[in-house]
């Protein structure tokens, strides 16, 4: 905890874990496999400061929220993916270069706010992939030499790879047909389709498809159900927020939520959704 916060270092490797510990630091070289925690990395090279390449590193709730706020960043590689990860990431940076980001800050409200008053940006690829992805997000004009793209929020097609298991599972983005959020590669969700809603658009996919069939995306909305684990595993996962389960009691959930226990598919109050049979959901009492 706290372990590196407002340190000026010129690289970081393997180093820091720990809930804020990275805050408010200027690293002027690279964090690599470093910052693994929750606000591991907020603030980091703000004000002015900056940091060259991330790998890996600042993975946790919030982790690299307000990161080069009014500063600069480099690379951005498979890193700053969890919930609120990259909200306000950039911002205000005006002429200082936002570098390439790839395969990062994937989570819930992930990007809110993200770029936003900076002058140019690298290409952004495969990141900001979730609900809430591209909110207020401006795309500014590339001028970066690294590439031309700009931030885009372009849906994958509706892709049909096969049913009930086998070598394609779990599904990627937009991939059906899934059964079960298990199915679904990470955090992705199986968009149940059935009945009535047989040929409703999949949120987070472009395409039309009316089979009934049920794809794997992003999670619709925080009010959508979802399966993060059981019997607090993975730990990273648990206490459990609004809307996800698999919860055994009320000490799994967050704060002061509660355990909603149910029979086979019972609509969770105040919760989207069918989600998997027999789980259990965290939910809002009052609901």
């Known amino acids: ?76 590689t498979n890193s700053c993916s969890d919930d609120d990860s990259c909200r306000n990431f950039g911002r205000d940076g005006g002429e200082n270069c936002v570098g390439n980001i790839v395969g990062s800050c994937n989570g819930l409200n992930s990007c809110e706010d993200a770029f936003e008053n900076v002058d140019t940006t690298g290409p952004l690829t495969d990141c900001c992939n979730t609900f809430r992805e591209c909110k207020n997000i401006e795309s500014p004009p590339s001028q970066c030499a690294s590439g031309s793209d700009t931030l885009t929020c372009d849906e994958p097609s509706l892709e049909w790879v096969g049913n009930n298991g086998g070598p394609a599972f779990p599904l990627g983005r937009c991939q059906g047909d899934c059964d079960k959020d298990t199915d679904c590669q990470g955090d992705l969700v199986c968009f149940n389709r059935d009945g009535d809603t047989a040929d409703a658009p999949v949120p987070g996919c472009s395409g039309y498809d009316d089979t009934g069939d049920d794809f794997c995306t992003v999670r619709p909305s925080e009010t959508y159900l979802a399966y993060m684990g059981n019997s607090g595993v993975p730990a990273d996962k648990f206490p459990l927020k609004l809307c996800e389960g698999d919860c055994d009691d009320d000490s799994e959930c967050d704060g002061e939520l509660v355990c909603f226990n149910r029979n086979g598919r019972t609509p969770v109050p105040g919760c989207e959704g069918a989600g998997m049979r027999g789980k259990d959901y965290c939910h809002n009492d009052a609901d």
């Open 1 to 76: 905890r706290h372990s590196c916060s407002n340190a000026n270092i010129d690289h970081v490797v393997n180093s820091c874990k720990g809930i804020r510990s990275c805050v408010f630091a200027n690293i002027g070289g690279e964090a690599v496999s470093s910052c693994q925690h929750s606000d591991s990395c907020n603030n980091i090279a703000s004000g002015g400061g900056k940091i060259e390449n991330i790998f890996e590193s600042c993975n946790g709730w919030r982790s690299c929220a307000s990161m080069a706020r009014g500063g600069h960043v480099g690379n951005v």
